[in-house]
């Protein structure tokens, strides 16, 4: 960030001269005018009105940094804003949630502003940009977390005595070790490091190992904070009786994750500020106080000394002293369910986070849920099918796949939802306008709610294309530079280079993985390559199948299966990831939603060289998951109050952050969603290449099903694969059967 010594030293004159000017006191010629304000365009410095303004009146700046304006740190806040009061200091409040490029930029606009002092709760390992506040004259008073490596001034909690009283008593008077969970923060914090050494230290004094005590670590943001405390526990059973967190900031997350559990019976102490307040929360909170308002006070008293005397003031560490814990009471009794839903689901990772928020919906509403899921859609859309033949209301709720759109709006299978969206307008609204209209075809009938939104991308190990040995192999071998592919043609020569047996010496043993399940998996793979070779299925309602254009197109998939794993007619999503997060593959074509299984991975450790780019061509193939209501069902109300539930506010977000991108604009928005999901960042250049699936009608007008299609070209696919015939041959089949189906157009 610019300042007025950077404009001063630009222009050639000195910061008094800038200062005049800028304050029209000045009396110098037009071509120091020029200059000075050339200076200020050409750096776009911005002056600060409101700082010239206070500091004209004689107030000194004084700046406070905190991860979130709430809870403990608004009373930190009060403290020293009450200890200032009495002096013409303004304070200056600004937050990062722990974000380290976030406290960087506050630290530069403080030291542009000018301010005397800085308050922080610091989330820094590298104290340089501390150091370059400090040469610049700037006092610095840490709170809450201190730094070893640097002599600065300090208040702090007397965390590691609060914990290790609490735990003495419980293990003295009330538990077990094994019924204690102690969940704490980010340990490379001071203030989380001396709880747990508290906790450890009562353990030992009660004559049992550190080991046995049950403790965790999760994220301050509250969002990631709930995803890890979902992954830590499986079952409600899981969760122990008493629960020791470190910091208010981690209570609102575990109270979700309570509450989706339906848990009664859990204890839970946490160290909290003056002005939180159990009061209408539960009646297990055990509140442990902190004086946090006196803390800000004495914050405020050490910045008052350096400020008057900072030649002769030295640093100060102080610990506030925290009063002593009473036990708790139980949860109070949640009644019994009544009513029910019957859900149909297909296995993804969508799904399994919907299911873990599955107790709280119940919960909350008094509706028991069943579900069924199928391993693959296939299966899901025979079931649909058979439900719909036959009448059946034996299900509530469909999970349904965009291909089904069309062709489930014509045949009424499921229930038109227009009637409840036109009383839910800022509802519908919420969702990502290019995706709603993409899945619902704009204002006509809607039939399915976007529950989860997925694009086709390049995955690829970063490793092996940044590795100078591999491009000047490359070079030798193609005469190219090792790069990302832009086109089908270079993706083959890129998967033939990093497959061993073309390349002997290749680190990998396929370039890499095709899927193979008919007949999703094949035509996932297919329909890019296809319009990237500009080819069709249906042209002016001529069936054009046999094209010169999808010849190449595959032809080009042939060559991509010489370089892939082999045996891949098994291969859906799941088992495609899994073979690529072990290593040994180069890179992939697949959906979004399943980067962050590659990067939580159990079977490799590809997770820091995962690189992710837009599909080689122009185009890749929606893949969106909608929720629909079955067309007889008999609850419509209750069945789309699910939907709406798991769509909505709190509960969106919680499904984006478990099992992948909700398409809703807050979702889209978050900080924290870019933070787990950073290619969604690129969310709308991703929409612009996504194509939907061509929708074909017979004679008659009406719109054939998909599966019947894409089953004619996936068993060509399969066939031309295997080498049982041509592709030309293939080709002029399916263009027969396709024919048949339509029945020659009128």
């Known amino acids: 960030m610019p300042t007025i010594k950077d404009v001063a030293k630009k222009s050639g004159v000195s910061i008094a001269t800038v200062s005049n000017i800028l304050n029209n006191k000045a009396s110098v010629s037009e ?55 009495e002096y013409d200091f303004y304070l200056i409040t600004r937050t990062t949630n722990d974000m380290i490029n976030k406290e960087k930029k506050l630290i530069d606009e403080f030291i542009g502003l000018g ?43 007397d965390n590691r005595s609060m914990v290790r009283n609490l735990l003495r008593s419980l293990l003295t008077k009330t538990c077990k070790v094994e019924e204690l969970w102690l969940i704490t923060g980010d340990l490379s914090y001071s203030s989380e490091r001396d709880f747990l050494e508290g906790a450890y230290l009562a353990v030992e004094e009660a004559g049992m190992q550190a080991k046995e005590l049950k403790r965790s670590q999760v994220s301050f943001s509250e969002l990631q904070a709930f995803a890890d405390m979902m992954n830590l526990i499986g079952r409600a059973d899981e969760i122990p009786p008493y629960v020791i967190l470190s910091s208010e900031r981690i209570l609102e997350s575990f109270m979700e994750m309570l509450s989706i559990y339906d848990r009664k019976d859990t204890h839970i102490f946490v160290p909290v500020g003056e002005r939180w307040s159990s009061a209408g929360r539960s009646e297990s909170i055990c509140e442990i106080p902190r004086r946090a308002v006196y803390c800000g006070k004495r914050c405020a008293q050490l910045m008052l000394e350096f400020v008057k005397k900072p030649a002769t003031n030295e640093n100060t560490q102080i610990v506030i002293p925290t009063q002593e814990v009473k036990e708790e009471q139980l949860i109070s009794y949640i009644p019994a369910l009544h009513r029910s ?62 291909p089904w759109i069309e062709y489930f709006r014509q045949i009424q299978c499921v229930l038109t939802l227009n009637p409840y969206l036109e009383k839910e307008k800022e509802y519908v609204k919420s969702f990502v306008p290019e995706i709603w209209n993409k899945l619902n075809g704009g204002n006509g009938r809607i039939i399915g709610i976007p529950l989860v939104s997925m694009t086709q991308l390049l995955l690829y190990r970063r490793d092996l294309f940044k590795s ?28 033939k280079f990093f497959t ?43 069936v054009v199948i046999d094209s010169l254009q999808n010849v190449r197109a595959v032809r080009n998939l042939m060559e991509a299966y010489e370089c892939s794993l082999p045996q891949i007619w098994d291969l859906m999503e799941n088992e495609q990831i899994e073979a690529f997060a072990k290593g040994n593959i180069a890179f992939i074509s697949t959906y979004s939603g399943h980067i962050k299984s590659i990067l939580d991975s159990q079977f490799g450790s590809i997770g820091d060289r995962l ?102 070209i996936a068993d060509g696919l399969q066939d031309v694969l295997c080498k049982k015939c041509g592709i030309e041959e293939m080709l002029e089949d399916c263009k027969e059967q396709i024919k048949a189906m339509v029945r020659e157009w009128k």
């Not at 919906?361 to 391993?375: H, L, Y």
């Not at 000047?472 to 020569?493: D, I, Q």
């Open 341 to 402: 839903l019957k859900i149909l689901l297909t296995s993804n990772a969508m799904t399994t986070a919907l299911l873990r928020l599955l107790p709280a919906f119940m919960r909350e509403s008094g509706i028991q849920v069943e579900t069924k899921i199928f391993t693959y859609q296939q299966e899901l859309y025979e079931e649909i099918m058979k439900q719909y033949e036959s009448g059946s209301s034996e299900y509530d709720v469909y999970m349904m796949d965009s």
């Open 31 to 85: 071509e120091i005018y020029q200059r000075v304000y050339s200076a200020m365009e050409e750096l776009d410095y911005k002056p600060n009105m409101l700082a010239r303004n206070l500091k004209s009146n004689g107030v000194k700046f004084v700046g406070i940094i905190v991860p979130a304006f709430l809870g403990i740190y608004q009373d930190i806040i009060e403290g020293i804003q009450r200890e200032l009061s």
């Open 115 to 157: 301010v005397c002092g800085i308050f922080v709760v610091t989330s820094f390992r590298d104290m340089e940009y501390y150091k370059k506040a400090a040469d610049a004259g700037i006092s610095l008073v840490f709170i809450e977390r201190t730094v070893d490596e640097l002599n600065y001034s300090s208040v702090v909690f």
């Open 468 to 495: 100078p040995a591999l491009q000047r192999a490359y070079y030798r071998k193609n005469g190219l530079e090792l790069g990302l592919p832009s086109t089908w043609t270079e993706y083959n020569f890129l998967a």
């Open 611 to 712: 690189g992710y780019a837009v599909l080689p061509g122009k185009y890749s193939l929606v893949g969106s998951w909608l929720l629909a209501v079955n067309g007889n069902c008999q609850n419509p109300d209750t069945a789309f109050s699910f939907i709406k539930w798991i769509t909505s506010g709190t509960r969106a977000m919680q499904c984006s952050v478990l099992g992948g991108f909700m398409p809703k604009q807050t979702v889209n928005l978050s900080e924290q969603i870019k933070t787990i999901y950073p290619w969604n960042e690129h969310l709308e250049d991703y929409v612009k290449m996504e194509r939907q699936r061509e929708n074909i009608r017979n004679a008659r007008g009406t719109y054939i099903n998909n599966y019947s299609i894409e089953g004619v």
């Open 500 to 542: 061993r047996e073309f390349t002997e010496d290749s680190p990998t043993e396929y370039g890499t993985c095709l899927l193979g399940k008919k007949p999703n998996g094949l035509i996932q793979e297919f329909f890019p390559r296809q319009w990237s070779f500009h080819g069709a299925i249906m042209n002016k309602n001529q």
